[in-house]
């Protein structure tokens, strides 16, 4: 940070947060360790975990401050605030803190009432959308013109909400196009979360053991929109003879269900479902795999993937949503229909059939594409946008080509 200008004092609002396990926490995680790092008093405004009364945590990146909250009925970790608790609670702890800017990361229950209270107070808002409306259509039981309906109400409050920040960023140029055309934003600015690439490296000195059998990596939440059934069946699809072996890291919803389908399979002994891993063993697990698989059709960026083309991993991705911009064809990686695991068992066979030199080559492509999305330009964009930038450009040089 330059050093004629002052600290700032950044409130950042999500819904969800660490320890939740997903794209946007580990952003929002992120985002504040490098604030403070650069300077700035940071501060997170989420809902609390379990059930209890408001609460503030001192933790190492940022001032945490917990809402009160409940469990959300169809979903196993989500938690909701309710408008009537968590508005005023909000506008409290703004008028108590009295930030330069509030960035929110939602416009749901915590990020509304970030936005609601911003605008009341005339500080300086940031929006960043993680989330499209139609990914909530798994945990609604409902019938699908009733989903339909809520996912058009959603996109019409985003708009209202996030519409009133000075700045609306969201990861990718493609969730930015579909900002604009479902949603009607006159101008989203597409900005990578952004990564730390050099975190994945071996470093100097540093020897990891390769995994006992040929592997592809999957790391996510057990979600349905992972469909990470889809790469199971893929597997058990493979040329038995290649010994294509699959870790799963992560946990969710879908753990029992996907704990079927292996037995129903028979790959017990190819299949490892490893859990949550800590920092360190997560960076080891993907220094060892040898290709990386995200099935995955609601990814806006990625993080997984990039992290795993940092380790210098070939990657086989969905063609859909932002996937397709993480993958040079045929150089770094493939793409394959989503949902159709003979096509992805095909794009497996074809990668592992190579020579480890080839996929060596392969990986050190992944590595420069990952390259262009150095997390310290992110951070240094979004201070930019903090101190009154209403652009950092261009976006594109930082991300990938823009969508035709």
């Not at 604030?35 to 940071?42: D, K, L, N, Q, S």
């Not at 469990?71 to 605030?81: F, G, K, S």
């Not at 009295?98 to 990020?111: A, I, L």
């Not at 989503?338 to 990668?351: F, G, I, R």
Request: proline share 7%; net charge negative; charged share 25%.
């Amino acid at each position: 940070m330059p050093t004629d200008e002052k600290p700032l004092r950044i409130l950042i609002a999500a819904d969800t947060y660490p320890p939740d396990v997903n794209g946007a926490a580990v952003f929002c995680q992120r985002l504040a360790r490098h604030m403070t790092a650069r300077g700035h008093e940071v501060h997170v405004a989420a809902a609390r975990n379990e059930a209890g009364p408001d609460t503030v945590q001192q933790l190492d990146e940022a001032t945490v401050h917990r809402f009160r909250s409940f469990p959300a009925p169809t979903h196993e970790y989500y938690r909701l605030c309710l408008p009537w608790q968590v508005e005023p609670a909000m506008d409290r702890l703004i008028a108590e803190i009295q930030p330069d800017v509030v960035h929110v990361q939602c416009h749901y229950m915590v990020g509304k009432a970030a936005i609601d209270s911003a605008v009341r107070r005339r500080i300086r808002l940031i929006a960043t959308n993680h989330f499209m409306p139609e990914n909530l259509d798994p945990f609604l039981p409902f019938p699908a013109w009733f989903c339909r309906i809520v996912a058009k109400n959603s996109w019409r409050d985003m708009r209202r909400l996030m519409s009133q920040a000075s700045v609306v960023t969201t990861p990718t140029p493609l969730s930015a196009q579909t900002m604009q055309r479902r949603g009607g934003f006159e101008r989203v600015l597409p900005l990578s979360n952004g990564i730390d690439v050099d975190h994945y490296r071996l470093r100097p000195g540093e020897q990891i053991e390769p995994a006992d059998r040929p592997t592809v990596l999957f790391v996510g939440r057990l979600a349905v929109e992972k469909h990470v059934d889809v790469l199971i069946e893929a597997v058990a699809a493979t040329d038995p003879s290649l010994g294509i072996g699959l870790d799963i890291i992560g946990d969710g919803e879908q753990r029992e269900l996907l704990r079927r389908k292996i037995a129903e399979h028979g790959l017990q002994e190819r299949v490892r479902m490893l859990g949550h891993l800590d920092d360190e063993q997560l960076r080891q697990a993907y220094l060892r795999a040898d290709v990386f698989c995200q099935p995955g059709t609601a990814e806006l960026q990625s993080l997984v993937s990039l992290e795993a083309m940092s380790a210098g991993k070939p990657v086989i991705l969905a063609d859909a949503l932002a996937l397709p911009h993480l993958v040079d064809e045929g150089r770094n990686g493939h793409l394959f229909r989503p949902k159709d695991p003979a096509d992805l068992a095909a794009k497996l066979e074809a990668v592992f059939r190579l020579s480890p030199q080839q996929r060596q080559q392969m990986g050190e492509h992944s590595r420069a594409q990952a390259e262009r999305h150095s997390i310290a330009t992110t951070m240094e964009a979004f201070e930019r946008l903090y101190r009154g930038a209403d652009e950092v450009a261009p976006a594109q040089d930082v991300l990938e080509e823009p969508v035709d």
